[in-house]
Nanobody, 116 residues
Framework: QVQLVESGGGLVQAGGSLTLSCATS????????IGWYRQAPGNKRPFVAA???????MYADSAKGRFTISRDNAKNTVYLQMNSLKPEDTAVYYC??????????WGQGTQVTVSS
């Protein structure tokens, strides 16, 4: 089964920046889209951002204007550039490959902590 591994989390001050990486075990274009999600109460993982095979980008309202999702096909990696970070952005972040028929399993995620 295809595997996605998140990395790049860490501790930053409010207003700072951080870039997360999502490395895939295969061609990222094998997915219809790859998205970023973050842990929320109730074991929910709401959508943060996604990029489609065709290059379209989508963002949650909380991320729009601050976060940028991108892909590097040569490295089979998707990135999430996070700027102007806020304490409420603190969470474990996950990436996931998506097809119209379903999605890849959740991985371990990467911890992002934003201090005041």
């Amino acid at each position: 089964q295809v595997q996605l591994v998140e990395s790049g989390g860490g501790l930053v001050q409010a207003g700072g920046s951080l870039t997360l990486s999502c490395a895939t075990s295969g061609n990222i274009d094998s997915f219809d889209s790859i998205g970023w999600y973050r842990q929320a109460p109730g074991n929910k993982r709401p959508f943060v951002a996604a990029v489609t095979k065709g290059g379209a980008r989508m963002y949650a309202d909380s991320a729009k204007g601050r976060f940028t999702i991108s892909r590097d096909n040569a490295k089979n990696t998707v990135y999430l550039q996070m700027n102007s970070l806020k304490p409420e952005d603190t969470a474990v972040y996950y990436c996931r490959g998506n097809w119209i028929s379903g999605s890849t399993p959740w991985g371990q995620g990467t911890q992002v902590t934003v201090s005041s």
